[in-house]
């Protein structure tokens, strides 16, 4: 279990990042991706930090 919502954790971070980067190459909707990137990263921090710490095994 923790190695599937590490996997999901990393994934989500990486995407996040990715996303963030290219909003620069989309024009008209720069806004909008950077700040999806912020969130979708700031999800793969969290599931880490709050999630992992309360699932046993």
């Known amino acids: ?9 990393l994934a989500l971070f990486i995407g996040g990042l990715y ?4 909003a620069f190459t989309v024009e ?11 969130l979708i990263t700031s999800l793969g921090i969290v599931i880490p930090v709050h999630v ?3 699932v046993d095994g």
């Open 28 to 38: 008209g909707l720069e806004s909008v991706l950077f700040i999806a990137g912020i």
């Open 1 to 9: 279990m923790k190695m599937i919502a590490f996997l999901v954790s």
């Open 52 to 54: 992992l710490k309360r």
């Open 19 to 22: 996303l963030m980067g290219m």
